[in-house]
């Protein structure tokens, strides 16, 4: 079966208790139940509610199950499709999750599914241009506990795999000279999952051959910010280790975009967000 029919089938059985074109957050009835699910700590279940599920096996049901019971930001749905993409994937496969947070994606990608499955994060918060009255070292260590707790009781030994690491160490593992780094080859059928945000730096080598390289990204936009508070930046671009000039031409047109910004307001991609 291709991707594309493979993930019409996974779409095909998910429905939601609303219309597609309907902003639900500016519905007056909607807002005050999930105020009052809130207030009794069952926000979650509610908002997990408007998610149907048809014609799926048993397992799915208790994969699900077990999903709604993790603390995350996404949507139930979201690791519904993780999960059947993975279910999909053989022994050989290797589904990769960067930023993990408290688990719920990579957990998504290990319950009831034969791929090998890798996590990556070191649970770093960065509040200073933010919410203040957070603390990063407890908010890191709430999430690394959290996380570990529920890893450690889902895990399979070798093939579950989790990397306390920051994940530009994952991705670039330097020689001791620094010159020749260890990439993640673009293969067939390879899925990455990671957080993009303001300090996501990634980066795909230049195709050196006649063939072509074809890359399906697909980004998916939370509710509530993964910092806990709201922020904005614009994409950025830096040159390598070896572009000292790109890296400061690159650096300077990131600070002058982002006080453009900041200055007048304006950014293309905050209201295309906000019409969502």
């Given at each position: ?90 022994s050989k496969k290797v589904y990769l999750n960067i930023g993990v947070w408290k688990g719920f994606s990579m957990f998504a990608g290990m319950l009831n ?40 009781n889902l895990k399979k030994e070798n093939k579950h795999f989790f990397y306390d690491i920051d994940y530009r160490k994952f991705f670039e593992l330097w ?102």
């Amino acid at each position: 079966m291709s991707n594309y029919l493979l993930v019409n089938k996974i779409l095909s059985k998910i429905e939601f208790k609303i219309e597609p074109n309907k902003n639900i957050r500016k519905e007056y009835l909607y807002r005050i139940k999930k105020n009052f699910y809130k207030l009794i700590n069952l926000e979650k279940k509610f908002v997990d509610s408007l998610t149907v599920f048809k014609d799926i096996e048993e397992s799915d049901f208790n994969t699900i199950e077990k999903l709604s019971t993790i603390d995350t930001m996404s949507k139930i749905s979201i690791g519904f499709l993780i999960n059947q993409i993975c279910k999909n994937l053989d022994s050989k496969k290797v589904y990769l999750n960067i930023g993990v947070w408290k688990g719920f994606s990579m957990f998504a990608g290990m319950l009831n599914t034969k791929c090998d499955v890798y996590g990556v994060d070191n649970f770093s918060f960065d509040y200073e241009d933010g919410n203040s009255s957070l603390n990063n070292a407890i908010e890191e260590s709430k999430a690394r506990k959290y996380f570990f707790e529920h890893f450690n009781n889902l895990k399979k030994e070798n093939k579950h795999f989790f990397y306390d690491i920051d994940y530009r160490k994952f991705f670039e593992l330097w020689d001791k000279k620094v010159i020749k780094p260890l990439k993640i080859p673009s293969k067939f059928n390879r899925l990455v999952v990671m957080e993009t945000g303001d300090h996501t730096w990634h980066s795909v080598d230049k195709v050196k051959t006649d063939l072509s390289r074809c890359c399906v990204s697909n980004y998916y936009f939370s509710e509530s910010s993964p910092r806990k508070f709201e922020y904005y930046h614009v994409t950025s671009f830096n040159g390598r280790p070896n572009e000292p000039l790109k890296r400061m031409y690159s650096s300077m047109d990131n600070f002058l975009r982002y006080s453009f910004v900041k200055l007048t307001g304006f950014s293309r991609g905050k209201e295309k967000t906000r019409k969502v």
